[in-house]
């Protein structure tokens, strides 16, 4: 069974720039697998932030911003906000209609 | 603008049925995927099923297969989610999405509680 995976945590200061990441148990992440990434704060429905690789959704500031880097995708959150500290859900299409989360990171402005 | 409200959650036994809604507007309902995505107390999200516009394909998590049904009623842009034979480890918030490649747009949410 394919394992979707995203790191637990992160931290990153106001103002600065991070990296979270999307990989796969087994296997590389690449654009066909349309990487969607999800932000969701406590007591919130999730918003999606990133599409199909690197596609922001309506609304969504051009800080965030999505690629793939190596054999993951990556989301990039340049000059963090305090209002970014949220869990970050990555999603991957694996074909015949079936998607799978990532476990999520949490990450933390301070 | 997108509004998706899900109805239908609460309390139900293991063996019995629970019929989830997902009343959509602000798009063409037809022409999008739908999913249904759920999320257990203080776990991460869990994608559940999806369905085509037409209503013609559906898909399932391992977890539900034979135990969940998703279906869809056009004419009254709405989605649903029959919940059969539910278990204790069922219980979650199910969020109802407009999925477009990836590009979710989710409701609020709705709570299913099993209790074991």
């Known amino acids: 069974q394919t394992v979707v995976t995203q790191e637990p945590s992160f931290s990153v200061s106001p103002g600065g720039t991070v990296t979270l990441t999307c990989g796969l148990s087994s296997g590389s992440v690449s654009t066909s697998y349309y990487p969607s990434w999800n932000q969701q704060t406590p007591g919130q429905a999730p918003r999606t932030l990133i599409y199909s690789t690197n596609s922001r959704s309506s609304g969504v500031p051009d800080r965030f911003s999505g690629s793939i880097l190596g054999n993951k995708a990556a989301l990039t959150i340049t000059g963090a906000q305090a209002e970014d500290e949220s869990d970050y859900y990555c999603a991957l299409y694996m074909g015949r209609g079936i998607w799978v989360f990532g476990g999520g990171t949490k990450l933390t402005v301070l | 603008e997108v509004q998706l409200l899900e109805s239908g959650g609460g309390l139900v036994h293991p063996g019995g049925s629970l019929r989830l809604s997902c009343a959509a507007s602000g798009f063409t309902f037809s022409t999008y995927a739908m999913s249904w995505v759920r999320q257990a107390p203080g776990k991460g999200l869990e994608w559940v099923s999806s369905?085509?516009?037409?209503?013609?394909?559906?898909y399932y998590a391992d977890s539900v297969k034979g135990r969940f049904t998703i279906s869809r009623d056009n004419s009254k842009n709405t989605l649903f989610l029959q919940m059969n034979s539910p278990r204790a480890e069922d219980t979650a918030v199910y969020y109802c999405a407009r999925n477009d490649y990836g590009d979710f747009r989710w409701g609020q949410g709705t709570l299913v509680t099993v209790p074991s």
């Open positions: 369905i085509g516009g037409s209503g013609g394909s559906t």
